[in-house]
């Protein structure tokens, strides 16, 4: 498993031009699912991801998590991540998990993080998403299990 975490301001996802998912403020995921990954991983991942303290404190200090700041998670499936540009100009995919597999991941990791009394909200999975989203800092974390 791998996540870009991005630390973010107004954040909105549509698809057709339709409006999906929004958040006010919070965590910006895209999480893409590699070949053998596991529901334990999903599990780590998820609490890794709701603690992860990247929000500054009285002091200044990355100090807070999500759950702290009462932020939300906009939780993005994205594949790509899994590319492989070793060979050639033309990204190799075959590291990243079959569809069907991936997207029982991806939705157990975004209902692993509600658990944890954190608002979650979605993309669609496959979907050709467009997101605009407002970075703060910019605070941008890369996490791999």
Do not use: W
């Amino acid at each position: 498993m791998k996540a870009v975490i991005q630390r973010t301001g107004k954040t909105s996802l549509s698809v057709d031009g339709k409006l999906i998912s929004e958040i006010p403020f919070g965590l910006t995921v895209y999480f893409g699912v590699e070949v053998g990954d596991t529901e334990k991983q999903a599990e780590a991942f998820a609490k890794k991801i709701v603690r992860l303290r990247i929000f500054e404190d009285e002091n200044g200090k990355m100090n807070k998590s999500v759950i702290d700041v009462k932020g939300e998670i906009l939780f993005v499936s994205q594949f790509t991540l899994l590319a492989d540009c070793s060979h050639g100009n033309r990204p190799d995919f075959i590291a990243a998990e079959r569809p069907e597999k991936a997207e029982l991941l991806y939705e157990r990791t975004a209902e692993l993080m509600r658990g944890y009394g954190v608002t979650v909200k979605t993309g669609v999975f496959g979907a050709d998403m467009k997101i605009s989203q407002y970075n703060d800092g910019p605070v941008t974390i890369v996490y791999e299990i």
